[in-house]
């Protein structure tokens, strides 16, 4: 059987540039809650801040398998869109994605007063995002994508090859689009922000994984190594790890990614890499590289994913670098400080699995890479249908995930569809 939770090889490179701070304890006795969150990343942090606004008497114990900031949380880009990468100019799909965004950004907008409240330092800037095409195929979804940011009436630059060189330092690309509507963060600062800033009523522990889960009733019990959590409400926001405590087996995967960051870069090397000191771009396809340029000078890339499985170092580092290298050839004698991977929870169509499972039983998984924003929202919509308040249809929204057939069928598929999509987006890898 798959593990419940990820355990990871490599340090997260973004955690590992910061302070060492103490960890809450692992449970090592059984206690009792009123809820129960399984997982501390957004969507967790959201559904226990959201619950005491509902009733700050209760009792709330939120658990996560690693420390803060070496979670999954702390090992994404730091993009926090404001809108959805949306490429289908549709009416219908446009009004849906109108009243996603308007959520969405709200959202954030909360996100920063957290940040604010919790006194903590966090890089983070509304800095925007480019996404731009190396091949005919990424111009294809060039264009696709500024259909839709026309027909939403959103803002966004249009850049040439000499744009982009200019701007972000990189020759490789032949035409992009630049869009105001993101922020950047340090992802590792933004998680330990908004764990710091979570109510005292709330009792976390960390190196807590959930090893399983039981029906008792009209309770539920949550079994971890040394302890046991027995309660009336129990939160699944472990993303795809869901599936190994039996919820959306055949709807859910574990993809993993892998990003590696730079030293910060001597100043020799700032004035060929671009006017844009802090920057993020998006691929056009969605098995493409991800880059960033950060505050402190360094350069992150994120890219080629694994089913089920986290690869060897070597063959992340050597992978990552010589991509890196490819889009900034003046970099040939940088290599990467660090490298890591992350979990991403995936469904076939991109839906969601959310909602109250069984009784007492309530899930937000299959992110499918959605964003910080996303992430939160479902979070707080989660607590709302919990306690009985109306929510809107998040299923109209987002979307439902849809059935995947069992393995070895499913691992099967996916390594013959991701062996074709990398050729036809090999310039975009």
Not at 167 to 192: D, K
Not at 381 to 397: E, M, Q, R
Request: aromatic residues 8%; glycine residues 10%.
């Amino acid at each position: 059987m798959k593990p419940s939770f990820p355990d990871y090889r490599l340090r997260c490179g973004w955690n590992a540039l910061l302070s060492r701070r103490e960890p809450a304890p692992a449970l090592s006795t059984d206690i009792d809650s009123d809820v129960a969150i399984i997982g501390a990343g957004y969507t967790g942090i959201a559904i226990a801040k959201r619950w005491q606004t509902h009733y700050p008497d209760q009792s709330v114990a939120l658990i996560d398998s690693s420390e803060i900031g070496e979670g999954n949380p702390g090992r994404n880009s730091g993009f926090l869109l404001e809108t959805a990468l949306a490429e289908d100019a549709d009416a219908a799909n446009l009004d849906r994605m109108r009243r996603s965004n308007a959520m969405i950004a709200a959202t954030l907008q909360d996100i920063l007063r957290d940040i604010e409240d919790s006194g903590a330092s966090v890089d983070i800037a509304r800095a925007g995002t480019y996404r731009a095409a190396a091949s005919d195929i990424g111009a294809r979804s060039i264009a696709r994508y500024e259909a839709f940011l026309q027909a939403s009436e959103l803002p966004y630059e249009k850049l040439t090859k000499s744009d982009l060189q200019q701007r972000i330092g990189s020759s490789y690309f032949q035409e992009g689009l630049y869009s105001p509507h993101c922020y950047l963060a340090q992802p590792a600062q933004l998680i330990r922000a908004l764990f710091a800033a979570l109510p005292d009523t709330v009792s976390c522990f960390e190196n807590t994984p959930a090893l399983s889960i039981e029906n008792r009733g009209s309770r539920w019990l949550v079994t971890t190594p040394k302890g046991s959590i027995q309660c009336d409400k129990l939160f699944l926001a472990n993303n795809a790890f869901a599936k190994s405590l039996g919820i959306g087996q055949s709807q859910l995967v574990a993809m993993y990614t892998y990003a590696g960051l730079t030293p910060a870069l001597p100043e020799s090397l700032h004035s060929q890499l671009g006017s844009d000191s802090n920057w993020g771009l998006l691929p056009t396809h969605r098995l493409g590289s991800t880059l960033r340029r950060t505050v402190d000078q360094r350069l992150l890339i994120r890219s080629f994913h694994d089913y089920e499985h986290e690869a060897s170092s070597s063959h992340v580092r050597d992978s990552l670098t010589r991509r890196m290298h490819a889009r900034f050839p003046q970099l040939k004698g940088i290599s990467l400080e660090s490298v890591w991977g992350g979990a991403v929870g995936f469904t076939y169509n991109g839906g969601l699995v959310w909602g109250e499972e069984k009784p007492g039983l309530f899930v937000s998984a299959g992110c499918n890479g959605g964003g910080t924003g996303k992430g939160t929202l479902l979070g707080r919509l989660l607590a709302d249908l919990a306690v009985g308040a109306d929510v809107p249809d998040v299923t109209d929204l987002f979307g439902k995930a849809s059935w995947m057939p069992p393995e070895p069928i499913r691992a099967l598929g996916f390594h013959i569809t991701s062996q074709l999509e990398q050729w036809a987006g090999r310039a975009e890898m």
